[in-house]
């Protein structure tokens, strides 16, 4: 059984940075892709960033150079450094792990923006 366990969420003011850490655990073996998805109240989710195991990243382009994603392979972690957030920045933040084939989430966790 595998899990993806999420934190880092919370309320932060406009001008403000949040850090998003998601863990894999249990049977996972090979991960490919760890990323990060968001879903904004009546908007499809989205794809705000991704790294593959060969390090090759790319962003959405409304984040890049404000949001940055890392992982740590070791650990089966994925991060996501948010700064300068905006208010349209605010929604549910979700991990998304892939791992031979198989796509696993995390449960998702809020971020929201004050302006």
């Known amino acids: 059984q595998v899990q993806l366990v999420e934190s880092g969420g919370g309320l932060v003011q406009a001008g403000g940075s949040l850090r998003l850490s998601c863990a894999a655990s249990?049977?996972?073996?090979?991960?490919?892709?760890m990323g990060w998805y968001r879903q904004a109240p009546g908007k499809q989710r989205e794809l705000v960033a991704g790294?593959?195991?060969?390090?090759?990243?790319n962003y959405a382009d409304s984040v890049k150079g404000r949001f940055t994603i890392s992982r740590d392979n070791a650990k089966n972690t994925v991060f996501l450094q948010m700064n300068s957030l905006k208010p349209e920045d605010t929604a549910v933040y979700y991990c998304k792990v892939v791992s031979r084939g198989i796509y696993y989430w995390g449960q998702g966790t809020q971020v929201t923006v004050s302006s």
């Open positions: 790294i593959s195991s060969g390090g090759n990243i």
């Open positions: 249990g049977s996972i073996f090979n991960i490919n892709f």
